[in-house]
């Protein structure tokens, strides 16, 4: 599984529609101070279903819809979509690709979609759950969260990476069988 496109419109920085194509290899994405690159993991982590404002740095989710510019009048709603290779079946679903849709409007009211069928921000979340790349799994990993991670004592940092590495539930097991 790997992903594979992702089109934004509407949301934070975004007015019009942008595509970043992931080609096969790194994707770097470069720009000064301000000019939205974090604004992209963060449309990321949004269609993924993140439901918390505050960690896409916004006090409330209205917050993700282009808010106007100078030149720009604000936009209605924000709409993103994040298409992946699923060719391995990594994703459990039958498609060879998969898209996933998340539409947000001023009014409050919000859409999710896979493969363009409106479903349930539930069934968004079950089928990237365990895929290694749900929303709250460190396949993102932002800003804050290096400082964090750098910042932290040696043990706790241990319990990050044996976190991402998906032993931890195994050592946890193991000190339950231990009696400890
Ligand atoms: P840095 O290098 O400092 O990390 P960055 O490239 O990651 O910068 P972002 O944090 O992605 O930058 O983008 C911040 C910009 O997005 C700000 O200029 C902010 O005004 C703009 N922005 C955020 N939300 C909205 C919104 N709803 N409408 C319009 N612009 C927005
Ligand atoms: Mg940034």
Avoid: H
């Avoid at 030149?71 to 996933?100: C, M």
């Avoid at 290694?132 to 319990?159: D, Y």
């Amino acid at each position: 599984m790997f992903l594979k496109r992702l089109d934004v419109i509407g949301f934070k920085s975004f007015a019009e529609r942008i595509t970043v194509d992931f080609v096969p290899g790194v994707t770097a994405v470069v720009g000064p101070n301000g000019s939205g690159k974090s604004n992209i993991t963060d449309a990321i982590r949004w269609v993924l279903g993140e439901q918390s404002a505050k960690s896409l740095r916004g006090a409330k989710m209205e917050d993700v819809i282009f808010a106007g510019s100078d030149s720009r009048r604000a936009q209605n709603f924000a709409e993103v979509t994040l298409t992946l290779d699923n060719g391995d079946q990594g994703l459990p679903i039958e498609y060879s690709e998969v898209s996933v849709t998340r539409r947000v409007y001023r009014s409050g009211d919000s859409e999710y979609l896979i493969n363009k069928q409106t479903c349930r921000l539930k069934d968004i979340v079950d089928l990237f759950m365990d895929s290694g790349l749900g929303r709250e799994a460190f396949s993102i990993i932002s800003q804050g969260r290096v400082e964090e991670i750098l910042n932290s004592k040696a043990e706790e940092r241990r319990t990050i990476f044996e976190e991402a590495a998906g032993v931890l539930k195994y050592k946890t097991r193991k000190k339950k069988a231990e009696g400890k």
